[in-house]
């Protein structure tokens, strides 16, 4: 792979980002599609190192955790989310014991 295939392919993943998160998408698929860029473009970058004559294993270590400042970003939209759906409530009933479970339980009277 040479510099201007390198250059291409960079080119080609900032257009696919863009074209991936429109209007209509979801904060989900928003921090998918940047974690994916974010992940891609370290490894674009460690080809390019090696052909520039660096070493690429800089790139390729700190990938992973530069993909991870992604999940940070987007903790708080996800803590929002997560306390924003509706809580659980057990169904409570009007009648009281002995109208829901009748006057004998296992033989014993009430």
């Known amino acids: ?23 209509n998408s979801s904060d989900a698929d928003c921090q998918f599609a940047l974690k994916r860029y974010l992940m891609s473009n370290y490894s674009d970058l460690a080809s ?21 400042l992604v999940d940070d970003a987007f903790f708080e939209i996800m803590r929002e989310i997560e306390f924003e759906a509706p809580a659980y409530r057990p169904v409570y009933s009007t009648m009281n014991r002995e109208q829901q479970f009748g006057s004998v339980v296992e033989g014993a009277r009430l």
């Open 1 to 23: 792979m040479s510099i201007p295939d390198i250059k291409q392919i960079m080119i080609g993943r900032i257009e696919e980002l863009f074209a991936s998160i429109s209007g």
């Open 48 to 68: 390019l190192s090696f052909w520039i004559g660096c070493d690429a294993n800089v790139f390729q270590r700190e990938c992973v955790a530069a993909a991870d």
